[in-house]
């Protein structure tokens, strides 16, 4: 059972960077997206018109980026959108196919509180609760939970959902959101999201 009670009409499902650069053979590849991505698509499928889908857009070209983000696109070279290519930056196929009604929101940076898209497209929807799935656990589904947390929404993680491409920190962070932030996250399986959504 969900600590808080079940999830009404209002909840909206925030499905975090669920995009082929992530899903196929790229530096970023996370092997766990494709044990997870059946139960993302079981949330989406529930309320596909209340679903939010956010892409992690990378630099045009290495070296682009204020501050660390300039260290960090030397590094990660290959992943910048002129190496990479447009569409790798699309969702996957079986999530892209609900957009529209589903909406889809594009940030710079692992958090996607910081432009306006998330922001507008949730004062529409205005959501009662926030379903948080996707990738990755530990980077940014943490930035899209810390946000949520911050703006008083009730948060809820959708444990079988969510992925990392390390083991020991995504078992580490589902302790941590169900332990340190237990008063404003709640953690729940797919079966049991579906069944509160019901």
């Known amino acids: 059972m969900l ?3 079940g999830l009404g009409p209002g909840a909206v499902h925030l499905c975090v960077d669920m995009q082929r650069m992530f899903a196929e053979d790229t530096e970023w590849r996370t092997p766990w997206m494709e044990r997870v991505l059946p139960n993302v698509v079981r949330l ?3 309320r596909p018109e209340r679903t939010i889908f956010t892409r992690f857009i990378p630099a045009a070209e290495p070296g682009r980026g204020a501050g660390t983000w300039r260290r960090y696109y030397e590094r990660w070279a290959s992943m910048t959108r002129e190496r990479l290519g447009a569409d790798m930056l699309d969702l996957v196929a079986p999530l892209a196919r609900h957009v529209p009604p589903a909406l889809v929101v594009d940030k710079p940076i692992y958090s996607p509180w910081f432009g306006p898209g998330l922001q507008a497209a949730l004062m529409a929807l205005r959501p009662d609760a926030l379903v948080i ?3 990755e656990t530990e980077v940014c589904v943490l930035a899209t939970v810390l946000g949520a947390i911050d703006h008083g929404y009730r948060t809820v993680i ?3 959902a969510i992925c990392s491409s390390a083991d020991s920190t995504h078992d580490a962070m589902l302790e941590i959101y169900g332990g340190r932030f237990g008063m404003q996250v709640e953690t729940a399986a ?4 579906l069944d509160a959504l019901a």
């Open 158 to 160: 959708a444990t079988d």
């Open 3 to 5: 600590r808080f009670g």
């Open 190 to 193: 797919t079966d049991e999201l």
């Open 44 to 46: 989406v499928e529930r």
């Open 133 to 135: 799935s996707g990738l």
